[in-house]
């Protein structure tokens, strides 16, 4: 990026150097690092060249020998994503609007307010700033195959992540089913992230925690004295997320009234604010989640059918954490590293292996924030580098009391048991660098317990 101390650099090109040079001292007064030229041929060679190079264009249309047109043709030649922003009178309108179509980002008419010039400048700079990130993005999923901020590489992970990837780019309505904690949330911010609007707000919201009477009022805003209490108006969410997008969290205990407002919003593309007279228009694309079975309670008239059809254009289902139990290792060693970055005071470093088979054993009907509220809860009480069995929650162990002095654990369905350690085995020793020292170490067991367990699980033995 050509810029001093962090300013975005301008090429100001306009055969009258007085216009460029105003127009330069106005862009630097606002922060950038503007260049006037005058000689467009000379500018032709720099913006060909790329040398020095610059962040952004802005170009008169009309010029002598070179005109606009050529300077916007050897920019997106030599830099495609740097935003050009052609000048012109009023009478060439129709030759600014041929520029749009040739490449051009915006085009204004003379004259102009240097303010105005400056919003469109900062508003490209930040789209080809958002799309350079998208790009980084798409080359590390290619790479992974997975969101990068979403822990898991189970078959049934992948295959979520993957729909999730394909339906992300898109504006259609999108609805998140599966049980309480699966991380629904998290996947709608990971959608949005991914998306054409991840420029725009995401902005969330839990249709069960909110009263009726109140959460009109949070989604489509009210007017000023629409009821009592209300002194001044209020947009609304909608509103607030114009432009992004909208999470309809636990959307299966909307009431049936408010049902009726979302579905008219849904199809109009406007609301009416509590109170008011007027439509709103918003461009929102709605993410819903809900851990309820949407389609019965339709058939009990307790759910809009029309409604349901709108929202599950495409359905997503989020599995429960004892689907994916492979993904177990990784994501305690993730949630310990978030654990630990929140509390520098405790003294966790690493899960004992005892403690690991037994998380690995338990079922997690909590899914994955029962998960990570138990890493945060041992790292908070730890006492020491190890957390043992005996820190674990009682809960974990079912009808089987922790240890307390060592005693070794048991658990009736001892071949599941065996299989969770030859993954979590298998797993430590993929992270280790297949060393198998360090494995054994990490495990705390000996080389020949290692040995039975990757070669029972079908690796080979380390040699």
């Known amino acids: 990026m050509g810029a001093s101390k962090g300013k975005p650099t301008v090429l100001v090109v306009d055969d009258r150097l007085e216009m460029a040079e105003s127009i330069a001292d106005g862009l630097n007064d606002a922060g950038f690092l503007a260049v006037p030229m005058a000689d467009a041929r000379a500018a032709l060679d720099r913006i060909a060249n790329d040398d020095p190079p610059a962040d952004a264009i802005v170009t ?66 930040e789209h080809r700033a958002v799309e350079r990130e998208a790009r980084t993005l798409r080359k590390q999923l290619g790479a992974r195959g997975v969101l990068p901020e979403i822990v898991g590489n189970s078959r049934v992970m992948r295959d979520t992540l993957d729909l ?87 959307i299966g205990d909307l009431a049936p009234a408010l049902q009726a407002k979302l579905l008219h919003a849904l199809e109009q593309g406007t609301v009416r604010p509590v109170g008011g007279s007027r439509e709103v228009r918003v461009d929102v694309r709605i993410v819903s989640a809900t851990h309820r079975e949407l389609r019965e309670l339709a058939a009990r008239g307790q759910f809009r059918p029309d409604l349901l059809y709108r929202l599950e ?76 069995e005996d820190e674990l929650p009682a809960a974990l162990f079912g009808a089987v009391a922790p240890p307390t002095n060592g005693a070794a654990f048991e658990v009736r369905e001892l071949a599941d048991l065996r299989e969770m350690q030859r993954r979590y085995a298998r797993w430590v020793f993929q992270q280790m660098g297949e060393h198998r020292g360090k494995t054994a170490e990490r495990l705390g067991i000996d080389y020949k317990t290692l040995a039975r367990l990757l070669r029972d699980g079908g690796s080979e033995e380390p040699g």
């Open 60 to 125: 008169d249309l009309r010029m002598p020998g070179v005109d606009g047109l050529a300077l916007l043709d050897a920019s997106l030649k030599a830099a495609p994503e740097r935003p050009v922003i052609v000048m012109t009178a009023y009478g060439a309108i129709d030759t600014a609007i041929a520029s749009i179509r040739r490449g051009a980002y915006h085009y204004l008419t003379k004259p102009f307010k240097v303010e105005e010039l400056v919003l469109f400048l900062r508003r490209a700079l």
């Open 313 to 388: 254009v495409v359905s997503i289902t989020v599995p429960a954490l004892r689907h994916r139990s492979e993904d177990l290792p990784a994501l305690i060693e993730h949630f310990l590293e978030q654990s630990r970055s929140r509390h520098p005071r405790s003294p966790a470093q690493r899960i004992s292996a005892g403690a690991m088979r037994v998380m690995l054993a338990h079922a997690w009907p909590g899914n994955v924030r029962e998960l990570a509220h138990v890493i945060e809860r041992v790292v908070v009480l730890a006492k020491g580098a190890e957390i043992g």
């Open 164 to 250: 999730v990837l394909r339906v992300a780019d898109t504006d259609t309505p999108i609805l998140l089913l599966g049980e309480t904690g699966t991380g629904k949330s998290m996947l709608a911010r990971a959608i949005h992230a991914h998306s054409s609007r991840r420029a725009g707000p995401f902005v969330a919201i839990n249709c069960a925690s909110i009263p009726e009477q109140l959460l009109e009022s949070e989604l489509f805003g009210h007017v000023r004295g629409a009821f009592t209490g209300a002194t001044a108006a209020r947009s609304g969410l909608f509103v607030e997320a114009h432009g992004g997008t909208l999470f309809l969290d636990e």
